[in-house]
């Protein structure tokens, strides 16, 4: 099974996201891959710092995300603790935006949160329930979606 780990960090009226570019151009949660012996939030906290140098505490998962060929995702609701946005040196992305072939771009961001719902934000499902949660308050317990395969669109 294949798991990943996000988060979603608001502060002053803002939310945290990674701009990326390669094919196309799209916005996700800061978030990727559980490594082994790591726990979910551990996860979140190591890769939102990673991809944007942003430190925070993994509160609570409020979204899970489950599709049947066996990937999920488990998003976080963060404290944010300081830094501010930008994209560590010695990243995976960094490597590739230096490489002037690959075509890829990643920008961490504030993104205000009365106009990041016009952004193309994926998954999808990630979007709705997000757009959910900064309007009724973020869920206790963890809203949970089971999606085909085809519904998946990029990883958060």
């Known amino acids: 099974m294949r798991m990943r780990s996000a988060g979603i960090v608001v502060k002053d009226g803002n939310i945290l996201l990674i701009h990326r570019k390669n094919e196309r ?28 140098s942003i430190r925070v505490v993994a509160l609570r998962p409020v979204l899970e995300l489950y599709w049947e060929e066996g990937k999920s995702h488990i998003c976080y609701v963060c404290e944010y603790v300081s830094g501010t946005p930008r994209l560590g040196d010695d990243t995976n992305e960094a490597k590739k935006m230096r490489d002037p072939l690959s075509g890829e771009f990643y920008e961490p961001l504030w993104v205000p949160i009365d106009s990041w719902q016009s952004l193309p934000i994926h998954p999808q499902e990630a979007k709705e329930a997000l757009g959910r949660f900064l309007s009724e308050g973020f869920p206790k317990e963890a809203l949970k979606l089971y999606l085909k395969p085809a519904e998946k669109k990029d990883s958060l």
Do not use: D, K, N
């Not at 916005?27 to 990727?32: D, H, K, N, T």
């Open 25 to 52: 151009e799209y916005y996700v949660l800061p978030g990727g891959r559980i490594e082994a012996g790591e726990s979910a939030s551990e996860a979140c906290v190591r890769e939102v710092f990673e991809e944007s």
